[in-house]
């Protein structure tokens, strides 16, 4: 056994959100576009869902573009220079040119010297997943800043010829920077995976099955029929509701913050019927304001926290240093709590 | 054990709080989604308070099969503990 030991390191004592920033695309999809894809009614899709309108991003608009627009206002609100950033974690579902890692290209972008760089895949708790490792290099002391990118193009995975989801999905990115704290600025994070359920939100298929199809089956060129995502509507807003509620009492247990204290909830902007009846499973007080960017964003999986977050901010429904419960959900399934301090 | 009418009047509450229609529209042979206006989400929260008022669990595959209010009932009274 060798005498030499390894000399102990450790981090700032907690962590905290320092600032947030979100992209929102320039192409706004009232529902009476999608209306013409999917015989429904703006009605129909309002009570469904909540949502009114989302954005769809244009070919100028790409993860890496998004991610680097949404990022600049976070570092910008954070009032850090970029240099100090040492991780940059990506949660995202809809880039489709997995090697390399596109952290590494937003990184060098946005001046974050050779800060590691990485593509987490945790679908709509991906924000949350990346909080939680974000907290734990900095605690651990192998970065000082994190910045944490929730970024989807699901426009991308969205079939519109199927009624039950074309008016689902949107959209956009949504970047924190996260940093040392005198004070916990980040509760423990209760998170986890139910593999058991990962047919219930799926990508219809694989890509390199659907690739190997003959064009005949498969269309041609532009006309291809690409992978898209479905979901099992019933069993998700069920899992959704109930099992989450549980989830996120335990994030407000373990924060030891009750339910009145909070000056925002942000739920994860999966679909307005579910935030309402998370409310209700939840019991959460009527003066605790509610995260409802859904409506003109849509579901834009792991991007629709920050985004709903610098919403709030800015419109000033919720306030620098309030507290504010977050909460993440969905394929995998996959999920991540925490009660955190608003920048 | 309750009562099919016990059965039904708690079903016409909870259809009511949820949904708002009012109780006495709920009766056995009405179609939740046709006749009662429940769509499949409030379906949902529909099901889950059932399951809490009347010990019974209601999985989703045998959610859509029930059709009507008395499918509904029916299901309840044979399976609740």
């Given amino acids: ?343 | 054990m309750a009562t099919k009418d016990e059965v039904l009047e708690g079903l016409a509450e909870i259809v009511n709080e949820i949904a708002g229609i009012p109780a006495e529209d709920v009766e056995l042979e009405k179609s939740f989604t046709d006749d009662l206006d429940v769509d499949s989400l409030s379906m949902v929260e529909v099901v889950v308070a059932a399951e809490e008022r009347f010990d019974v669990k209601i999985p989703d595959d045998e959610v859509k099969n029930l059709k009507t209010v008395g499918d509904a009932v029916n299901y309840i009274l044979a399976n609740a503990s």
């Fill in chain 1, 1 to 343: 056994m060798s005498t030499a030991r390894i000399q102990p390191h450790s981090g700032a004592a907690f962590a905290r959100i320092h600032g947030v920033g979100g992209y929102r695309p320039v192409r706004v999809i009232p529902n009476a576009e999608v209306l013409g894809w999917i015989e429904s009614s703006d009605e129909w899709i309002r009570t469904r869902s909540g949502i009114a309108e989302r954005r769809w991003a244009g070919p100028s608009e790409t993860v890496a573009e998004m991610s680097v627009q949404a990022a600049g206002k976070a570092i910008a609100a954070a009032g850090i220079d970029a240099s100090r950033i040492g991780g940059v974690i990506v949660a995202t579902v809809s880039h489709f040119k997995q090697t390399p890692a596109v952290a590494t290209e937003i990184a060098e972008r946005l001046g974050c010297g050779t800060a590691p760089a990485f593509d987490i895949s945790a679908a709509c708790a991906g924000f949350g997943y990346g909080l939680s490792l974000a907290d734990g290099m900095i605690r651990g002391g192998s970065a000082e800043y994190v910045l944490v990118i929730g970024v989807e193009r699901l426009s991308d995975l969205t079939d519109t010829t199927d009624r039950s989801t074309a008016f689902i999905f949107g959209d956009g990115a949504g970047a924190a920077v996260v940093g040392p704290s005198d004070t916990p600025g980040i509760g423990r994070i209760i998170w986890g995976s139910d593999g058991s359920q990962k047919d219930v939100i799926t990508q219809t298929e694989a890509w390199d099955t659907a690739f190997a199809k003959p064009d005949a089956v498969n269309g041609v060129g532009a006309e291809q029929k690409w992978p898209a995502l479905r979901m099992e509507g019933q069993t998700v807003f069920r899992w959704a509701v109930w099992e989450m509620a549980k989830v996120a009492q335990q994030a407000l247990d373990a924060a030891g913050v009750t339910a009145d204290q909070l000056g925002a909830f942000i739920p994860h902007q999966a679909n307005m019927r579910i935030t309402d009846a998370m409310i209700k499973a939840l019991k959460l007080p009527d003066s605790v304001p509610v995260a409802r960017d859904i409506a003109e964003t849509g579901n834009t999986s792991a991007a629709s926290i920050p985004l709903a977050m610098e919403r709030m901010l800015e419109s000033g429904e919720a306030k620098s240093g309030d507290l504010a419960l977050i909460i993440g959900f969905g394929a995998g399934l996959v999920y991540a709590a925490a009660v955190v301090t608003l920048p």
